[in-house]
């Protein structure tokens, strides 16, 4: 069983990221700016965008985070989006899910330029996605890609198993992997909360993906041996074994599923560090108009 480390990976990726950033900016273009949109105080996602603000400061990049409270009015939102829609300083920008239920979060995805859009939710992205044209894709099937290509995982003609049908992991991730190149060339099989014999088609995957926000769903019955886990969950529960009195776990069973894999990701320090490395990623070619002229 190889672990597959998502931790030291992305280190290795936002080095080259900032040497790439350096020869920009000695070539006399300015630094890549990402912007990002934060509402109210969810935990979670203060410590995502604080780990984003971060890795800009590695690479490179210039960061602004523009905070709402809770009771920011939906017009407020699609004014400032606006905003940095027209700003030609800001190459891309994040609006941090999720929002407020009095907000329509798709009508705040829609509003989102969509040549700034570096999460990759814009519909435009998506539909490029989907047929296999130039676009920026959503980060964390993009960091999923990127572990398997560097670990040499093999895809061509393999067997996923996707466990989820979200629209920011499963969907993507699943179109990615059916698409010719390398990682890609899959057989994808897409399972949700409808599936029926679940067990029955997790156990004929050769590459398992789990993103269902299920803590420790994918048991050791579940999984063949010299399978690849990919697992995205990342479900706080409480704890008191850490000072901040909870601790992340992931949607498979590590510890008893571990044994059967060929390769699989640790929660944390798995996927999570890539899907914000991918996000500089996606903001570095928003900067170079590599995607969109």
Request: with cysteine.
């Given at each position: 069983m190889q672990l597959i480390d998502g931790k030291s990976t992305a280190a290795q990726i936002k080095q080259e990221i900032a040497a790439e950033v350096e020869k920009m900016v000695a070539a006399g273009q300015k630094r890549p700016h990402l912007a990002a949109v934060l509402v109210g105080h969810d935990g979670g996602s203060e410590t995502y965008v604080a780990a984003k603000v971060k890795a800009c400061e590695v690479c490179g990049f210039k960061s602004s985070l523009i905070r709402f409270e809770d009771d920011v009015t939906e017009q407020q939102l699609l004014d400032t989006i606006a905003q940095l829609n027209a700003d030609p300083d800001v190459d891309g920008f994040i609006v941090q899910l999720p929002l407020p239920k009095h907000i329509d979060e798709q009508k705040i995805i829609e509003a989102i330029d969509y040549r700034k859009d570096v999460d990759g939710f814009h519909p435009i992205n998506v539909g490029r996605l989907s047929i296999g044209l130039p676009c920026f894709r959503s980060a964390t099937p993009q960091g999923i890609l990127t572990l398997l290509e560097r670990y040499g995982v093999p895809t061509r003609g393999k067997h996923c198993v996707v466990i989820g049908r979200s629209n920011i992991v499963g969907k993507p991730v699943a179109m990615m992997l059916m698409q010719k190149g390398n990682p890609g060339n899959c057989t994808v099989?897409?399972?949700?909360?409808?599936?029926?014999?679940?067990?029955?088609?997790?156990?004929?995957?050769?590459?398992?993906?789990?993103?269902?926000?299920?803590?420790?769903?994918?048991?050791?019955?579940?999984?063949?041996?010299?399978?690849?886990?990919?697992?995205?969950?990342?479900?706080?529960?409480?704890?008191?074994?850490?000072?901040?009195?909870?601790?992340?776990?992931?949607?498979?069973?590590?510890?008893?599923?571990?044994?059967h894999c060929a390769f699989i990701t640790p929660v944390p320090g798995g996927v999570g560090p890539m899907t914000i490395v991918s996000l500089m990623k996606n903001t570095l070619l928003a900067a170079q108009h590599a995607i969109y002229k």
């Open positions: 099989t897409v399972c949700h909360s409808a599936t029926q014999n679940l067990k029955d088609i997790t156990r004929q995957a050769d590459i398992l993906i789990a993103a269902i926000g299920s803590p420790e769903f994918v048991k050791e019955d579940m999984v063949k041996d010299g399978v690849t886990i990919i697992d995205v969950g990342t479900t706080r529960l409480p704890s008191t074994a850490t000072k901040s009195g909870w601790k992340l776990h992931g949607d498979v069973d590590f510890e008893h599923v571990a044994p």
